[in-house]
């Protein structure tokens, strides 16, 4: 077959679908001799107009879709349409690419829709046959050949007039024939109707299709499957689609593969309408869920508030508290700076310095009717009347802990001469202070006793 560089258009159209009438082929020969070139002719009728595309291909008797060519050419447009010339037109096929055996063979017109528009009577390629040959015969063999020719001329009258009644038949078929073009033109113009508003609704369904596609991605995992399934299956009807083109039978055929089509569409249909369902009820399931969680949510948020607003009122009473215990004890300590000056006076006045006293907690045994239980250091002058040896050796005690200090003589060269400690350690609490806030120091041990 012949090799190009670009294949030409084909369909797999059916015989009845074609218009073999449109162009004619001309001066076509019984058989071709092979290994000379063969010239096609053909005329255009003035309802085709031939396109850039159009072809002329050598089929085998029998063909079924114009992909069945053995070779073709190219046909070449005409300049001026309207002319004589443009409507008488030929091509030439090479020796090269036509067919080796005696099968018959005949020319078709295809245009590059790939729908045959004219074929030509078969043909063969085939050498001569050798004509001049001798033939010897008798008399009697004459004789029967003379009889037999008057049988042939008797059968050949027959056969004549079996040929005018079947010219009268052409005759009335090709007025039908002729009748029944029209009414092909008119079913051509509706049907390109058709097509045009089939193209339309394909337009429509495509634009429908990518909103369905837009909307597809944001389904659920089990809606991508249902994609893929899609998919799949689109592949499958491709192939079904290529086979059928392939294996081109009857009508019965197709309207069979047609129904379990629609079958298989409908079940698709059955089967998204489900999905549908699945995922507007998972819409249902996960609002009532985002509700819940909005609806705990507030729960704790107002939980929270409640437990903020308690410890807030916690925190308000406690500052109170803190408040009144502050107060009270600067209220304390403005009582015990007092106390300390009264002190401090009354030794003043004995002649004594208070650091260098020691501190004699009250005791019953001990001047119990010269002492005033209203003074926290004691009766200042029960010192001056007694002996001062047993009151500078009275064991000391501390006023928080009550633990028992014994001590020598303590007096103020001594109390120089010992050496300071860095820090003062709180025996209760074990909070240090500095040597310097002595002060501050007294006053937190004090705080402890109240």
């Given amino acids: 077959m012949e090799e190009t560089v670009e294949d030409p258009p084909t369909s797999a159209v059916l015989l009845d679908h074609c218009h073999f009438s449109q162009v004619i082929f001309n001066s076509v020969e019984k058989f071709y001799v092979p290994g000379g070139d063969v010239t096609c002719y053909y005329t255009l009728t003035q309802q085709f107009i031939p396109r850039r595309k159009d072809w002329i291909g050598i089929f085998r008797v029998g063909w079924k879709t114009t992909r069945e060519y053995y070779t073709f050419m190219w046909v070449s447009l005409p300049v001026d349409l309207n002319s004589h010339s443009a ?43 050798e004509e001049d040959i001798l033939v010897v015969t008798t008399q009697g063999e004459v004789e029967e050949i003379e009889q037999r020719n008057k049988e042939l001329c008797k059968e050949n009258q027959e056969l004549k007039d079996t040929c005018v009644s079947l010219q009268k038949q052409n005759s009335d078929t090709q007025a039908e024939l002729h009748k029944t073009q029209e009414e092909l033109e008119i079913l051509k113009s509706t049907a390109q109707k058709l097509e045009q508003e089939a193209k339309a609704q394909k337009d429509g369904w495509e634009t429908e299709l990518l909103q369905l596609k837009e909307q597809n991605q944001k389904m659920s995992s089990e809606n991508e499957k249902m994609g893929v399934r899609v998919e799949q299956l689109q592949a499958q009807l491709s192939t079904r689609e290529k086979e059928m083109e392939k294996l081109v039978q009857g009508d019965q055929d197709k309207t069979e593969q047609l129904e379990r089509l629609n079958k298989e569409n409908s079940q698709l249909l059955l ?180």
């Fill in 271 to 450: 089967t998204l309408t489900q999905q549908k369902e699945r995922q507007k009820k998972l819409e249902q399931t996960v609002e009532e869920k985002l509700k819940q969680e909005e609806t705990t949510t507030l729960k704790k948020q107002q939980a929270l508030k409640d437990e903020n607003a308690g410890l807030s009122k916690k925190l308000s009473e406690n500052k109170i508290i803190y408040d009144a215990l502050q107060k009270e004890k600067e209220r304390l300590e403005r009582e015990n700076d007092l106390l300390k000056r009264e002190n401090s006076r009354l030794l003043s006045y004995m002649g004594l310095d208070f650091d260098s006293l020691p501190y004699q907690a009250p005791t019953s045994d001990q001047g119990g009717a010269g002492q005033n239980p209203a003074l926290v250091y004691g009766n200042p002058y029960s010192g001056i009347q007694e002996s001062s040896a047993p009151s500078l050796l009275a064991v000391k005690k501390c006023p928080t802990c009550k633990s028992d200090f014994a001590g020598d003589i303590l007096d103020f060269t001594s109390e120089q001469q010992r050496p300071q400690p860095l820090c003062l350690s709180c025996p209760i609490c074990d909070k240090t202070f500095p040597a310097k806030e002595k002060q501050i120091f007294e006053d937190h041990v004090f705080c402890h006793s109240l």
């Fill in 87 to 129: 409507k008488q037109q030929e091509v030439q096929f090479k020796a090269y690419y036509l067919p080796k055996d005696d099968e018959y063979y005949q020319f078709c017109y295809v245009d590059q829709d790939g729908v045959v528009r004219g074929a030509s009577i078969p043909f063969q390629f085939r050498p001569e046959n």
